[in-house]
């Protein structure tokens, strides 16, 4: 191998194990505060699900305790984002879904979370702000499909 190649290697390597770091800083810093982070999660979770949510999947899809999710849901319900509902599958189980302000509230984040993007990345071109969206929702789409991969190898 030769000393560029090497090099060239090195610094992608070096960019690549900067991937966890910098999603965990978007994470921390969204605009929002911390409580409509939860909401913005719990409700994004709730509308982009293939079917219908219970807590317990809820949970499982936040990677948090079920006790943590069923008080954001209870809050999320008390606020008037949620509601809780009968299962169509199974009348038995309980499921939640976003009320009209829910979906409202959603776009509010939404809007916000562009916002936020168009001032951080001002000094972008118009095609690097592009490629980066398109990107991003690649890997938040292939993020989703292999998280259901790995869900069903253990279960």
Known sequence: MSSASFSEQSSDDLVLDQIGPA???LRRRAPASGKDLSRNLVLNVIADAPGETTVGGLAAEMGVAQP???RTVAACIADGLLRRAA?????RRTVLELTEHGEAERDRFAAEQRRAFEAITAAWSPEERIQFARLLARY???ATAWSKKQAARRG
């Not at 299962?87 to 009348?91: K, N, R, T």
């Open 87 to 91: 299962s169509q599958e199974d009348g």
């Open 23 to 25: 999603l965990s800083r």
């Open 140 to 142: 938040g789409d292939d």
């Open 68 to 70: 943590v999710a069923s």
